[in-house]
């Protein structure tokens, strides 16, 4: 596929992340006006509510609504059709007024309410370098790890959109005798890619891979910030809790499959023959290179194609006991490493559990530190365009203890 | 306390559930009619969408909405008000006519939007038995179990009422040869109460345990459905998943901390002083006796006050990295377990892991099987009345594979 030319002049430019081709849906804000839902577009914002009042596109008036859930529920055939709509008015020539925002000019929100959120454990690389700094090399890999994609219910509360700082938590922590009440010491994030659960399934009924990728709205750059120590402290038998609820940041961004379609590719190698309800027709992942910056520095890059398991495998898995999904439900892949020090996705992998810094700007880092700013990027290269998700940033304030 | 007399002569019976100094909340509906906010007296429910359009009682119109989130919302001045003008209403020699609804005309919801669930893990027996069966006894009770109260994020979507059919799940289980596809084989219950968060917190602050107690409005019975042998084969290193979405049955009635007050007790002697963070100014358990049936046979019997920690604790926990809290949310105590066998609540406790099988109705029974009906019961036993929860049970549907 080539660039689909736009008559936003800055969308034609082949490095920018927002051309015709790709169309993401957020929620913005400009002047104090009510949130409302937009696709970005080169370096303008498409206001779909606007478009909706003049009759510009039908979307049954979700596009007023300050969260793209209502939209969503509309089904597929709506998303496709809508998406064809905006194509259309897009498109160099095409003529009719539209109501376009500066970016510079718009404040974005969280693009869902998000219903529940699920954090995966699915790049191979990733699960076995920090089940050795938590378990040691012979229990790295979890048995059942090669099985099913392993994932824990995360805190739909604190998911947060990019830009918003995130507090440093206190928590519990082994000590030497006993365990200690302290700022978090080890605090790291997670580069994820989130994918948007767009219907709903029913309870006591499971849906096949197939089913789920239909289901899936699109991705977000996710980083679900992670305090090491309480973690470790906190973490056995039931999983993360606490170590995981002082926030994660998504993008505002959300990138659909559609746009995703010409980057489709095959993941990790398969180790073992998978139960077939976790079989896929075909492959499920993108290649889609990703990477973190600390301080504005690229610390890691990586790609999506690296995982082991693809999000209609993880929300297919996820009906697997008849679990009921819903409309804004939030699927984190899983922390996206690759197998070298420079393509980790998380602190944590890179220094080797704090004994091996690293250095940034000139300083040396184990783990994040008060005042550092984390931000996430990803792109899937075309040829003469690229896909981009936008900025997903944080910075880090001091614990109040 | 001695027993408020009512003008429904079926509330002043010794062994009402719902007396006077009861009053728990529900929603309900009558021969198609929308579902409302009502409150239990003796066998009626009180209409408080009704008595708000009469001018009874003045909760914003919130009683008219599905669900108690709303109104909970209000705020806890309005719960003492609201709680003072239905007493004077109801009380004996009250005069203004009163839209009351016969119980067994009225179908049940569930009284509030899940918003998220957390489900801890507070019996001290519950702990060491279930830990035992799982990891032996030199590892059964996790080093910090009397450090923090234990928890993990379960699913707020398969969160149902009363009644409601649940079916047995398929899964992933431990096989010979590798892991298998199959109906689930120890599906198990899981007694517990379950307190309803009213209020919300902010991202980033900790609640003290004070002020997480002033958040809760009540509590209701919850039993955690478990399929134990899924759990065992995917339960580590991130917690329970699939094991635990199969659905999780609450009671329909939300009984309040008014109602409870004067059944305020300690728990479980403690092991080791608690971090300040978790110290309580006074004893934030109930005596009250809970237990379980397995079609209709009671099968266990136990007292909430064996818990080591409070569902208040439990809250101020849960908001110590400043996960922020949310009106509706559902905190699980745990499994609700004392010392002997016919005091646990759960079967795997009772049968020890299913090697000794316990006798329903002349039946053996290791674990539950299709078509047997679980159903939990609670009441604080006060002078003359009675504090009770109404009904909480499922029946168990075929897997469907």
Known sequence: MALLRSRVESANRPDCPFPLNNLPYGVFSVSGAAPRCGVAIGDMILDLAECEACGLVD????????????????????????RARLTELLAEGATPDLPLVAMSDAQMHLPIRVTEYTDFYASKNHAFNVGVLFRGPENALPPQWTHMPIG???????????????????????????????????????LELGAVVGADSEM????????????IFGYVLLNDWSARDIQAWEYQPLGPFQSKALGTTIGAWIVTQAALEP???????????????????????????????????????????????SSAQQLAH???????????????????????????????????????PVTVNGAPRTFIEDGDEIGLFAQAQGAGYRIGFGPCTGRILPAQP
Chains 1, 2 share one sequence.
């Open 59 to 82: 979307a049954d008036g979700t596009f007023a609504q300050p969260a793209l859930n209502s939209f969503m529920a509309l089904g597929r055939a709506r998303w496709d059709a809508v």
């Open 152 to 190: 824990y219910n995360g805190r739909a509360s604190s998911v947060v959109v990019s830009g918003t700082p995130i507090r440093r938590p206190m928590g519990q922590v082994r000590g030497e005798a006993g365990p200690e009440w302290v700022p978090c010491r080890r605090l790291d994030l997670e």
């Open 204 to 215: 006591g009924s499971r849906v096949s891979v197939e089913q789920a990728e239909a289901m």
């Open 263 to 309: 980057f489709r590719c095959a993941g990790a190698e398969r180790l073992n023959p998978l139960l077939p309800y976790l079989h896929e027709r075909r492959p499920g992942l993108y290649d889609l290179e990703l990477g973190w910056t600390m301080n504005g520095q690229v610390m890691g890059r990586t790609n999506y194609n690296v995982m082991y398991y």
């Open 318 to 356: 996820h009906t697997s006991s008849g679990c009921p999904m819903r409309v804004g439900d939030l699927l984190g892949s899983g922390t996206i490493s690759g197998p070298g020090r420079d393509q980790a996705g998380a602190l944590l992998e890179m220094t080797g559990g704090g004994k091996a």
